[in-house]
């Protein structure tokens, strides 16, 4: 079973509430369509709305005086991070002057909001192109329309006017936010929480890995931004992870990142993004002014404290340079106080190491950070600041005069880090050891056990497998647990959940040779040759050959398996690792390391593919994991929920996988897996009919799609046993 560690999330009022924001948010928005072609008045209500909430309303235009207004504008005015209070303030007026039935929401937690300085979604009379209002309402109106029907008409004008407000000056990712805001169950927010929320393959389905691939080297235009919506909904559904909608994804987003503020090296999430250890320079106020005190509170500061606001207000790099010149002096640049500043909040990872200097002569200390960018209004000065934990102190001549910065990442220089390795701690460190060593959390056979329903000797047997022939694949009826098995079989062989030693892909039809070893990719003067995720895998293992690393390839049935391995076929067998062979597009010779072990997933049910091929069959060993109704762990769980509807839903299930079994177009692969009953969420009703309606009917009608007599059937008796 896939237990997952949110029993303090689901306390949290803001699911206890049902996430109450949302209809309201979807009822105002159906209002604002009203007033599309009538923005005179809507003006007027919105000022309205101020005056009620005894506020002062936000700088629309450089002279105030507002002659037109979008609608997601509108939404921003109480979606910004500064509001506090106020936002219910706000929501209150709305609800009055504008007749709104919801009740008006009083938590707001995963709510998306917008920079407080730039919360318009376009620029002030004058700058602005002359149809920029009307295409934000373009696309307003659109995805309303499209939200109720997802028909192709308002898909297809969604997309032309996403595509022309993509091009607006004040645009970017925050119209994602816009959209979410209307319809929240239909639009996925990709602001850059979200965004790095997904960019963790531990957080997310495994099915997101190629729906959000390359999402950071541009901003999707329309019709791909409507695909990933469309998939992600679809994806969300499988039963693994705790969220299965975009609001509860941005929830989970935003409790991640909060939690992290807290998070010290010592309890780093399991399931974190682990990245390479940075190395960073630093000066502790003006020749060191603070370092007394930054040293005995274990903290790093940085000054600037007269911006008022938090760093992580400000969405780039840029944003904040033009904040400074706005606030100082326009004559100065700003460069290198905006570059310090957003590496500061950004850029510097929980594990980095810190050198505290004085001056450009002098180290006085080593420290590890252990925690992300901290706001500290309750701090008379250096109110941005970070957890350190300050390992090593004194005072060491430097060798050679450090840089000026206040703060200068110097990771690439890696005869500089070794100096002042060897200065500070008499270690000497080569590359390939620079990696702050992380405690991760252990993770036992009986830690395995007790989250995954497989008994003992099937546990034993599957690692007896992985210890003689290398490479496995879990075969499996849909929702048996297959991506988490594999998982958690990796983390206890590894006596911890070392994520770093655990990489991810998913084969599908368009996966290639290149994507999975090496290949040419276009840039902008032409091709450049890059490693792909297996090569870059076996590079981290081959340094590592002491400890073993886990290479787990999903729908692994589904790829052109001949054409991705290529050469490497023969390198991943037991015996011919450490072999040597040429690769296709560069003078290498490359091999598989020994510590590598793969472990490949497939469908039974999947009707649509062929069978695997041969030549890769026999180089893996082949395991069956099968629903686990019948298992102790199930029971228990079972005895848990303590569900009588459960019960009888599962007394069903187990007699209708009889028949999948028995019917000879079917057989045990095809029967239900248990996972799609198991969830750390209260057994309701409505779950329960979800279940059943939108993930276990679907699946028989698709078994039986040419015997109706067989769906009407069960349909009837597992709709009768949630009555």
Known sequence: MEKQNISEMKKNHAQEAGYQWINFYMEFADVLLDYKNNRTDLIKKIREVFTLANLKLPKLEIDDNIEDIDPFTIFALFNKGNLGNNRIKILNSI??????????????????????????????????????????????????????????????NLSKYYDKVKKQKGISWNITL????????????????????????????????????????????????????????????????????????????????????????????????????????????????????????????IGWDGLGYSLKDFPTKQDIKEYLKKIYDTKYSYKNAAHCLWQFANEIKIGDIVFAKKGVHKIIGKGVVTSDYIYDTSRDSYI????????????????????????????????????????????????????????YPKYTKKDFLDEVFINEHAY???????????????????????????????????????????????????????????????????????????????????????????????????????????????????????????????????????????IGMMNTADRSLAMIDYALRRRFAFFDIAPAFDSDGFKQYLAKKNNSKLDKLIFVVKTLNDAISNDESLGDGFRIGHSYFCTNKEITDNWLQSVVEYEIIPLIKEYWFDEPTKVRDWTANLRGAIK
């Open 95 to 156: 609800a009055k002057i504008f007749d709104i039935q919801n009740p008006v929401p009083s938590a707001f937690d995963g709510v998306p909001t917008v920079y407080n300085l730039k919360a318009a979604f376009y620029c002030f009379r004058g700058t602005r192109g002359k149809h920029d209002i009307d295409n934000l309402w373009e696309v307003f109106d659109n995805a309303i329309h499209y939200s109720k029907t997802l028909s192709e008409p308002y898909k297809s």
């Open 384 to 439: 941005h600041i970070r957890k350190v934990d300050w390992q090593n102190v004194g005072e060491w001549e430097l060798p050679r005069q450090a840089v000026m910065k206040t703060l200068t990442n110097i990771t690439p220089y890696n005869d500089y880090v070794q100096e002042l390795l060897t200065l500070v701690t008499d270690e000497i460190k080569d590359e390939s050891q620079q990696e702050q060593e992380i405690k």
């Open 460 to 598: 034993n047997t599957l690692v007896n497998l992985l210890d003689t022939k290398y490479n496995i694949i879990l075969q499996g009826a849909p929702g048996v647990g297959k991506t988490f098995a594999a998982k958690r079989l990796a983390y206890s062989i590894m006596g911890e959940k070392d994520t770093s030693r655990v990489s991810m892909v998913q084969f599908h039809q368009s996966y290639s040779y290149e994507d999975f070893i090496q290949g040419y990719r276009p840039v902008e003067n032409g091709f450049k040759l890059e490693s792909g995720s297996f090569y870059k895998f076996c590079k981290a293992a081959e340094i590592d050959d002491e400890r073993p690393y886990f290479f787990i390839i999903d729908e692994i049935n589904r790829g052109n398996l001949s054409k991705i391995f290529g050469e490497l076929m023969m390198l991943i067998e037991h015996d011919k690792r450490g072999d040597k062979l040429k690769l296709l597009y560069k003078d290498e010779w490359f091999t598989v390391p020994k510590n590598i072990r793969i």
């Open 178 to 301: 816009g959209l979410y805001w209307i319809r929240p169950n239909i639009f996925i927010n990709l602001d850059s929480r979200n965004r790095e929320f997904l960019s963790n393959a531990d957080n997310m389905p495994h099915y997101f890995t190629t729906i959000f691939a390359n999402l950071e080297k541009e901003m999707p235009n329309g019709l791909k931004y409507l695909f990933i919506c469309e998939q992600a909904r679809n994806a969300l559904k499988n039963i693994e992870y705790p969220y299965h909608s975009f609001p509860e994804l941005s929830y989970y987003a935003w409790k991640t990142t909060n939690e992290n503020t807290k998070t010290d090296t010592a309890s780093l999430s399991v399931d974190s993004n682990v990245k390479k250890t940075s190395y960073w320079i630093y000066s502790p106020g003006d020749n060191a002014s603070m370092w007394e005190e930054f040293n005995r509170l274990g903290i790093m500061g």
